[in-house]
């Protein structure tokens, strides 16, 4: 049994002990937003000290009846070393709770297939995001977990959740978190999720606290702290110091660099993947190089449309185009993305930054755009050599193409049209899906009519 040299850190389980058996006797969920960083891993470390105690120490019927759901929000466009570590971490999470017959229950959450990044910057043409247009964290964050949590609240009626947030991290955090506090009570409402609470247990736990009880107390799930520690420090900017409390003096700075997506273009600079490379993992410049060039491409005129994808004209006083990416630019950023994975597939075989089902989704979206000067996967097989995985499709063959195209000979213009037809037909296959085939046929047929007209 875990035993901490830390009265602050004792004093927290206890009060965990006491929110789970005693101060709450309702049986609504606990739910950890588990992110693998060292606040949410020293939560998560101190919740499950405080379940072995109880399940040791405690009578019936103060025993282990409320689960406790570690939630880890994939973005699907994580930065690489971190979403390798966090897999294997949850992977022996989810062992050791089983084992320990402790009632913690892993899962991960991603966002839907249409609003993943990849789908809504090459297949929709979004801007990348950045401060005036974030549209990254609610798609790819808030709406996987929140899903998630009304998933709870329909079945428990209630939920808890619990943040590693506490006040040290900035003055707005602090303000931010003590603004829904109730005084003398340790949950607090939600603020966008109905029948939500939050409780905050390590709120006032120092940096160097955490860094204390990550590097001196074993991890209940029986993962090596060292690594997490090693990940944070070679991801530490050389302009960043971090004051660290360690127990091997062989420990150097810790850094406190924040991980996340690492196309994030909403930071003017990736300190931490720049770090990274610094510090050995020279495998990720490609990756690094790739997300400044969208930036750097982000308002050119000539890569972005005249309209928004609503239609609403979108060109600036000084007749810049501001609205979605044109289909030439979202073709590049394509082949720019598997050219990037290609190469860190050499080193790195098990990285992957776009999916088969992306790729295939990407080719519906542009359909759907009547988009069909570019073809996915035309785009794939140049840098791949390859076909794309794609199961089940059928295609004309060249037979097939060649009769069609005596047959229209008098007008090739209604050979396209017949063969984006039955484009759209193949992709909705490939997405099993039928819905919305109507309109879509309907709109390419539309847009055939103003063609021959004009």
């Known amino acids: 049994?875990?035993?901490?040299?830390?009265?602050?850190?004792?004093?927290?389980?206890?009060?965990?002990?006491?929110?789970?058996?005693?101060?709450?006797?309702?049986?609504?969920?606990?739910?950890?937003?588990?992110?693998?960083?060292?606040?949410?891993?020293?939560?998560?470390?101190?919740?499950?000290?405080?379940?072995?105690?109880?399940?040791?120490?405690?009578?019936f019927p103060y025993q282990l009846r409320r689960p406790v759901y570690v939630v880890c929000n994939d973005t699907m466009v994580e930065n690489p070393i971190i979403s390798s570590y966090i897999d294997d971490v949850l992977v022996k999470i989810e062992e050791a709770a089983r084992n320990q017959g402790i009632p913690i229950i892993v899962k991960k959450t991603v966002p839907k297939l249409e609003e993943s990044f990849w789908i809504s910057v090459i297949g929709k043409g979004y801007p990348v995001p950045n401060n005036t247009f974030r549209w990254c964290t609610d798609k790819l964050k808030i709406r996987p977990t929140s899903n998630f949590l009304l998933e709870q609240i329909d079945e428990k009626g209630e939920a808890v959740v619990l943040l590693g947030t506490r006040y040290e991290e900035s003055a707005s955090r602090e303000r931010s978190m003590k603004k829904h506090e109730v005084e003398g009570k340790r949950l607090s409402k939600h603020n966008t999720t109905a029948n939500t609470y939050v409780y905050a247990p390590i709120k006032e736990l120092m940096l160097e606290e955490v860094w204390y009880i990550i590097n001196a107390v074993p991890s209940p799930w029986g993962f090596d702290n060292s690594i997490l520690f090693q990940i944070y420090a070679d991801a530490s900017a050389d302009d960043y110091e971090c004051p660290t409390v360690v127990t091997n003096k062989a420990h150097s700075?810790?850094?406190?660099?924040?991980?996340?997506?690492?196309?994030?273009?909403?930071?003017?600079?990736?300190?931490?993947?720049?770090?990274?490379?610094?510090?050995?993992?020279?495998?990720?410049?490609?990756?690094?190089?790739?997300?400044?060039?969208l930036v750097e491409n982000r308002n050119i005129s000539e890569n972005r449309s005249e309209t928004r994808r609503n239609g609403v004209l979108a060109i600036d006083e000084s007749g810049h185009n501001q609205g979605n990416y044109t289909s030439e630019y979202r073709a590049t950023i394509l082949k720019e993305l598997l050219e990037v994975q290609k190469s860190v597939q050499e080193e790195r075989p098990h990285v992957t930054l776009i999916t088969n089902q992306e790729l295939i989704a990407i080719q519906v979206t542009w359909n759907r755009d009547l988009?069909?000067?570019?073809?996915?996967?035309?785009?794939?097989?140049?840098?791949?050599?390859?076909?794309?995985?794609?199961?089940?499709?059928?295609?004309?063959?060249?037979?097939?193409?060649?009769?069609?195209?005596?047959?229209?000979?008098?007008?090739?213009?209604?050979?396209h049209l017949i063969d984006n037809l039955i484009t759209l037909q193949e992709t909705k296959t490939l997405m099993i899906s039928k819905f919305g085939l109507h309109n879509d046929v309907e709109n390419r047929i539309e847009s055939f009519v103003k063609e021959i007209e004009e």
Request: with cysteine.
């Open 253 to 293: 700075s810790c850094g406190q660099s924040r991980f996340g997506c690492w196309t994030c273009t909403v930071v003017k600079k990736d300190k931490s993947m720049t770090a990274l490379i610094d510090n050995g993992q020279h495998w990720m410049k490609p990756l690094l190089d790739f997300r400044d060039g």
């Open 371 to 415: 988009i069909f000067d570019f073809n996915v996967g035309d785009i794939y097989r140049k840098v791949y050599n390859k076909e794309i995985s794609t199961n089940n499709i059928k295609s004309l063959d060249d037979t097939e193409r060649r009769i069609l195209k005596d047959l229209c000979k008098e007008d090739v213009s209604y050979y």
């Open 1 to 59: 049994m875990n035993t901490i040299r830390s009265k602050k850190a004792e004093a927290i389980i206890s009060e965990i002990i006491d929110q789970y058996t005693f101060a709450d006797t309702s049986e609504r969920p606990w739910i950890i937003g588990f992110s693998g960083g060292k606040d949410s891993t020293v939560l998560l470390t101190l919740v499950w000290i405080a379940l072995q105690r109880i399940k040791k120490d405690l009578p």
